[in-house]
């Protein structure tokens, strides 16, 4: 499955002698990276001990060195693969794409990586593969013990995703059975305490089926790796900003008129804002005489645009990158002198009692505004401009709180579930969740019949959820619609839901409301997206239709293609199924019922447009995007909520209350 890269084709279009210079620059930069002035050291402590933990900053060589050592040094001899974790999917691209180039292979044959429904590699070819901690997590399901990979290099540790902290946990439970396998834990920040004691096994005792000859060093060890960074100034704000998008635009442009060479990395919070920010310097930049180019850059940009981010700005011109967090330590951009912190990220939130999780702006930790500021000095001393006030940061808190204690737990208990873990409250955590939000995401997989009483998972419904690469609740109105002869439109709501939006951005509100009026129908967002796709699928230039109906070309190829890998799926979990029901949107609806009946609400009192959630009785409100944002059905069911000033809910569809007792007895009870 290899595919061409834009960077590898660009560097084989040029005759032999530039591309031999390049390389060559290539080899020589790599050489100077303070992580590759380690490789004696880094190789000897990996082939000494069971785990390795490197802790460097950002920009030192961790991602992009550490992989090509192993391999240099035999790690990938017989056939056997080093894996590298990302908690984000466009980092192991990006980063792949990288280290294909460095050694000059295509990308999908030594060098891959494999995200959610996108893997570009090739088994027994592949030595290193970057991927998402998720996507190792699931290969776990198939083959347990990991055994095709000799190094698991578990990268941006620091981030403490969900998926990460699991994978460690697992990872702890496999080398006790792997003596071969080794564990490199790379980690952008100090605070490595916690991994350390998590992997020092140097006191138990030792499995009695494995040769004591054979087991490398059981306590962990430390590789710091001493960077060179320059000073970086740091600028606060007399008083508190009110627009955090519009002060970092005001800001950029004043960098740009005032200070000497060198470009500008902006953290935001999320594709709106960036969006919104590129948009206003774009307009101001053309009233400047000197050249500013504003780039996006954030998690789901098409593999072209994230190219651009990567190149090193034309002298003359300044670039101004707007990020969100993913700037802040999984990829290096080159050229940065002035770093711009808005002080937020998004951030998951999930309230057990609400039962609402959503993806908040919050302050960062301490150590987020410090990474950020990092940016700056990398090349050279640089400056930050924090857009808060000196007592914000001394209110922040020092560290940043491992996802698994905020988030909502439904797949990960699933995922654990499936690969037999059968006690989770016992399950070897780096640090627990609190028993609330696990309590919580039991008595949710029972009440969607993926778990039976015995906190077992159910046959075949359990198996089948865990077994697909979706969220169970999506993953329930899949399997439910395939069931009830309607698989066609619950693939395609399934597809739909993996990525963010499906509508264009950046167009005229008016114009946007327009276009979405000719797909709505009156169950709601689900069901509208059936017609956009049909409207997709049956026209000759995609690109032109998607531009005239405010629809994203990129999100609907995805789209395109995450249907017909989820239906390759479906056959193989249960066998063709007959399509039974064409167009039956009422059957559509209450498969959608079936999946997202924990998120239901109610519209407060007719005429107005406040809901409340059924469980929590939080208020609600229908997002503005939203087909039935004018409608106001009485009883909906959404995906997912998004907090802005307000708790909105994305993706409604109507529903018929009489469903939710009937697909969720144990949950909802007919009152009196
Ligand atoms: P770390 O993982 O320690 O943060 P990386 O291995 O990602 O560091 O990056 C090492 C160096 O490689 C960076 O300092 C940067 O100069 C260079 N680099 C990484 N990715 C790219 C890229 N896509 N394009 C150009 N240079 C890159
Ligand atoms: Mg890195």
């Known amino acids: 499955t290899a595919k061409p890269v834009p960077q590898a084709v660009a560097v084989e279009d040029l005759n032999d002698e530039t591309s031999f210079t390049i390389h060559a620059s290539v080899q020589k930069q790599r050489h100077q990276l303070s992580v590759y002035k380690q490789r004696d050291n880094l190789l000897y402590l990996v082939e000494n001990h069971g785990t390795t933990i490197v802790v460097a900053e950002t920009g030192s060589g961790k991602t992009t060195q550490i992989p090509q050592l192993l391999v240099e040094a035999g790690w990938a001899e017989g056939g056997r693969t080093i894996a590298c974790t990302q908690p984000r999917q466009i980092a192991a691209q990006t980063i792949a794409a990288r280290v294909a180039e460095e050694m000059r292979v295509t990308l999908g044959t030594k060098v891959g990586y494999s995200v959610r429904f996108d893997e570009v590699a090739t088994r027994g070819v592949t030595q290193i593969k970057y991927m998402t901690d998720g996507v190792l997590l699931r290969e776990m399901m198939s083959d347990p013990l990991l055994s095709s990979y000799s190094v698991i290099m578990v990268d941006e540790a620091h981030e403490r995703s969900i998926a990460t902290d699991i994978l460690l946990g697992l990872l702890k439970k496999i080398i006790k059975r792997r003596p071969d396998l080794r564990i490199v834990v790379a980690s952008a920040t100090m605070d490595i305490k916690a991994f350390h004691d998590f992997f020092d096994t140097s006191r138990e005792k030792l499995q009695n089926s494995i040769h004591r000859e054979s087991v490398p060093n059981r306590s962990p060890a430390v590789l710091s790796v001493e960077g060179r960074t320059h000073s970086v100034l740091i600028h606060y704000c007399d008083k508190p900003v009110q627009d955090y998008v519009r002060t970092a635009v005001s800001t950029t442009i004043a960098i740009h008129k005032i200070e000497g060479p060198g470009d500008i990395l902006v953290f935001l919070t999320g594709q709106d804002d960036v969006n919104a920010a590129v948009q206003m310097i774009s307009e101001e930049a053309e009233k400047l005489p000197r050249a500013l180019v504003a780039l996006p850059l954030y998690a789901g940009l098409p593999a072209s645009d994230q190219e ?365």
């Open 308 to 672: 651009l981010v990567m190149r090193p700005s034309l002298s003359g011109r300044r670039k101004v990158v707007l990020a969100t967090n993913i700037a802040e330590t999984s990829v290096t951009l080159p050229g940065i002198v002035y770093v711009i912190d808005s002080g937020f990220s998004k951030q998951k939130f999930y309230n057990p009692i609400t039962n609402v999780e959503a993806l908040v702006a919050a302050p960062i930790s301490q150590a987020s505004a410090d990474q950020r500021a990092g940016r700056a000095g990398r090349e050279r001393p640089g400056k930050c401009f924090r857009l808060y006030t000196e007592d914000a940061h001394a209110a922040m808190r020092p560290e940043r709180l491992p996802e698994i204690q905020k988030g909502n737990l439904l797949s990960t208990i699933l995922q654990l579930k499936a690969l037999g873990i059968d006690n989770v409250m016992q399950f070897d955590w780096l640090a627990p969740p609190p028993a609330e939000l696990m309590v919580r995401a039991l008595e949710l997989l029972f009440a969607l019949g993926v778990m039976d009483g015995h906190a077992k998972l159910t046959s075949p419904l359990g198996h089948q959820v865990s077994e697909l690469p979706l969220d169970p609740m999506s993953a329930k109105m899949l399997l439910t619609a395939a069931q009830t002869g309607c698989q066609k439109e619950g693939l395609t709501i399934a597809a739909v839901l993996t990525v963010q939006t499906i509508w264009a951005s950046g167009r005229e509100r008016k114009e946007m409301d327009e276009a979405r009026a000719q797909f709505a129908v009156a169950e709601g967002d689900m069901i509208s997206y059936l017609n956009v796709f049909e409207g997709y699928l049956h026209v000759k230039n995609r690109n032109q239709w998607c531009y005239e109906n405010c629809v994203n070309y990129h999100a609907l190829a995805k789209v395109a293609k995450v249907r017909s890998q989820l239906s390759t799926l479906l056959q193989q979990l249960g066998g063709p199924r007959q399509q039974q029901h064409d167009g039956d949107v009422k059957l559509v609806a209450k498969a959608v019922t079936a999946g997202f009946f924990p998120n239901a609400a109610r519209l407060e009192a007719e005429g107005g447009n406040t809901y409340r959630s059924l469980r929590g009785n939080q208020e609600l409100f229908i997002h503005p995007s939203s087909v039935l944002f004018r409608a106001s059905p009485k009883w909906v069911v959404f995906q997912s909520i998004i907090f802005l000033e307000r708790h909105y809910m994305w993706n409604v569809t109507a529903i018929n209350p009489a469903w939710l007792t009937e697909l969720a007895p144990h949950f909802y009870q007919l009152k009196g």
